[in-house]
């Protein structure tokens, strides 16, 4: 609680903005992430896996902090671990021992 404290009397916010920031910022990832994987740009994968690993450290930093589990929190990792496992999931993957059949006839 302290360390959250000092970090909101730093930044000049109260302890409710602080985590409506920490919410922001998780909620703009997320959404900045699902429209660069809809628009199949290259780094599609590459943006939704930071966004993941940040929705999991900002749960994991409020139950550290706050020393509470609450539901949101709790949910924010679950959500970070799921939606790591989707793009490990959807990451092609070299298979060099297995050959190619030539496509078409005959």
């Not at 302290?2 to 000049?12: E, Y």
């Not at 896996?49 to 999991?56: K, N, S």
């Not at 490990?88 to 050959?99: D, I, L």
Request: charged letters at 10%.
């Amino acid at each position: 609680m302290l360390v959250s404290m000092s970090a909101a009397a730093l930044i000049g916010l109260g302890m409710g903005r602080v985590g409506l920031v920490l919410a922001l910022i998780v909620a703009v990832t997320q959404g900045g992430a699902a429209i660069v994987l809809v628009a199949h740009r290259k780094l599609g994968r590459h943006a939704a896996l930071a966004a993941a690993l940040i929705a999991i450290v900002w749960g994991a930093a409020t139950i550290a902090v706050v020393n509470v589990a609450t539901w949101l929190s709790g949910g924010m990792v679950a959500l970070g671990v799921f939606e790591t496992m989707l793009v490990a999931g959807s990451t092609p993957r070299k298979n060099p021992g297995r050959k190619r059949r030539p496509r078409g006839g005959a």
